[in-house]
């Protein structure tokens, strides 16, 4: 080893420094590009080196005559520059054309970066031009259906307008109609006892207007409010409406067939009372009474404490009675033998005035 090194010394002290440190490769192309010129160079020198070395052996091994010289003999003086300052200008130049490789290689990946991001917005630009196509045909198709629409909607307007107008022709004449029903209506019910207040598909309003007579001169007897109202099964119920109720029953019900003989029995019913009615009526304003027809019973309450129960007979006042059945007080009842009328057949007014003036109850 030692006779190695003294060649090397003798030939190019360069060969025993260490080498400089080699380049991190790149993750690109270009930096592949760069490792594979400076491995390449690496060689090179490493070639050349050897070639000069082996030149400068071969040289002084043929100037030698024995190995003992090779060992004894001085190293001769190295001419300035020599083989390295050679070296050192190949290696100057090939430094220079490796940095003009690396700038163009960057230059290189810069373009190559361009073109990779205009072919990315030409792919972008290719997608949305695509994508308005699609639209504009779905556009066009949907023109198309509105279009037809349209035309369908025309026919159908067309077609409505005329129904429009005839069932605006049989309007005016059922109009027309129903004015001269409603003058035949109004005829008719200034002279019918009934008068119709309102009417739909399953509710009927009627008013009993009795005609006047001589015994209702004097307190004339207020109209009858009946509501009628119809339920699926084809039968009716007939409600007395507030106000005259508990005059007569307050309500009825039966099959629809049978209204007609239902409004005629309350009519005849309400005018046959027609007098009782009147008189109760007029009694209701000055006396705190409740008739219950079911009964034929008039409840006349004096107090909080004292009530007083009459009863009044079928055909009153013509040929029917009306007499005191009951006093209670706090719903004890109480002697009323003492109580003697100035005459034997009261009224109901006559008794309630009775009543109401009499000190014993």
């Known amino acids: 080893m030692a006779e190695v090194r003294t060649v090397l010394q003798r030939c190019d002290p360069y060969l025993l420094d260490p080498c400089g440190d080699s380049e991190q490769p790149d ?109 504009c045909e779905q556009l066009e198709e949907s023109l198309l259906k509105a279009q037809n629409a349209l035309q369908s909607c025309d026919r159908h307007l067309s077609q409505l307008r005329a129904e429009s107008e005839a069932a605006l022709d049989q309007l005016i004449a059922w109009q027309r109609l129903r004015d001269e029903l409603q003058v035949y209506v109004s005829a008719a019910q200034d002279v019918m006892q009934i008068n119709l207040l309102s009417f739909s598909q399953s509710e009927l309003c009627v008013e009993l207007r009795p005609r ?7 307190n004339e007897l207020e109209p009858l409010k009946l509501t009628v109202t119809w339920s699926l099964d084809d039968r009716f119920t007939l409600q007395v409406n507030e106000g005259t109720a508990g005059l ?10 049978e209204l007609s003989a239902a409004l005629l029995e309350v009519m005849q019913c309400y005018l046959g009372q027609a007098e009782l009615l009147s008189e109760i009526q007029a009694l209701r304003s000055s006396f705190a009474i409740d008739w219950r027809p079911a009964q034929r019973l008039l409840v006349y309450l004096k107090s909080a404490v004292l009530v007083c129960h009459l009863e009044v007979e079928e055909g009153y006042p013509s040929c029917g009675r009306a007499r005191l059945l009951s006093v209670h007080r706090d719903g004890q009842p109480l002697d009323t033998s003492g109580l003697k009328p100035h005459k034997s057949d009261l009224s109901l007014t006559d008794w309630l005035v009775l009543l109401c003036s009499s000190p014993l109850i």
């Open 248 to 257: 007569v029953e307050d309500c009825m019900s039966g099959r629809r067939l």
């Open 212 to 218: 006047p007579s001589s015994y209702l001169s004097a």
């Open 27 to 135: 993750c690109t192309e270009a930096a592949r590009m760069v490792l594979y010129l400076t491995d390449s160079r690496r060689v090179q020198k490493v070639l050349w080196r050897q070639l000069f070395v082996l030149d400068s052996m071969m040289s002084l091994l043929e100037g030698l005559e024995s190995a003992q010289q090779l060992v004894t003999q001085p190293c001769p003086p190295q001419p300035e520059g020599g083989a390295r300052g050679r070296w050192k200008a190949l290696k100057v130049e090939n430094r220079s054309g490796v940095e003009e490789t690396e700038t163009m290689l960057r230059s290189l990946q810069d373009r190559v970066q361009q073109i990779h991001n205009r072919r990315h917005t030409l792919t972008q630009l290719v997608q949305q031009l695509h994508s308005k196509k699609q639209q």
